[in-house]
C-alpha cells in the first residue's frame, strides 16, 4: 500500500514537498516513481527513482523544478520549486517490486490515492 501526502494550494513560483511511504511487506527497496493528472487528460510521467536511489528520471517538463528522492525504506519524496499553474495536476506516487524503473504508467504495479497540488496565478 502506498500513501501519498503533501498536496495543497500553493501560488506560482511556490514550492512543495509531497511524500509517498510504503506499507506491509516491504523487504525490497522498490522503484518508486511520481505521475500526475490533470482534469480531463491522461496520467503523465513526472520522476521516477531506482531502488537504490542511485538512478532518477525526470519528465522535461519538469526539469530543473522537481527533484526526486528517497528516504527511509520505501518512502519518496518530490520537491517541487517554481510550481506553475500547470503543473495543477492530482499527482500520484507509484511503485514497482521488481525494481523496475516505472517510466510509464505500465510499470507500476501498485498506486497510491493521489494528492492535489493547485497552483494559483
Known amino acids: 500500500q502506498l500513501q501519498a501526502s503533501g498536496g495543497g494550494v500553493v501560488q506560482a513560483g511556490g514550492s512543495l514537498r509531497l511524500s509517498c511511504a510504503a506499507s506491509?511487506?516491504?523487504?525490497?527497496?522498490?522503484?518508486m516513481a511520481w505521475f500526475r493528472q490533470a482534469p480531463g487528460e491522461e496520467r503523465k510521467f513526472v520522476a521516477a527513482?531506482?531502488?537504490?536511489?542511485?538512478?532518477t528520471n525526470v519528465a522535461d517538463s519538469v526539469k530543473g523544478r522537481f527533484t526526486i528522492s528517497r528516504g527511509a525504506k520505501n518512502t519518496v519524496y518530490l520537491q517541487m520549486n517554481s510550481l506553475k499553474p500547470e503543473d495543477t495536476a492530482v499527482y500520484y506516487c507509484?511503485?514497482?517490486?521488481?525494481?523496475?524503473?516505472?517510466?510509464?504508467?505500465?510499470?507500476?504495479?501498485?498506486w497510491g490515492q493521489g494528492t492535489l497540488v493547485t497552483v494559483s496565478s
Open positions: 507509484a511503485a514497482n517490486r521488481r525494481r523496475i524503473q516505472v517510466l510509464d504508467t505500465t510499470l507500476a504495479d501498485s
Open positions: 527513482i531506482s531502488g537504490s536511489g542511485g538512478i
Open positions: 506491509g511487506h516491504t523487504n525490497n527497496d522498490y522503484a
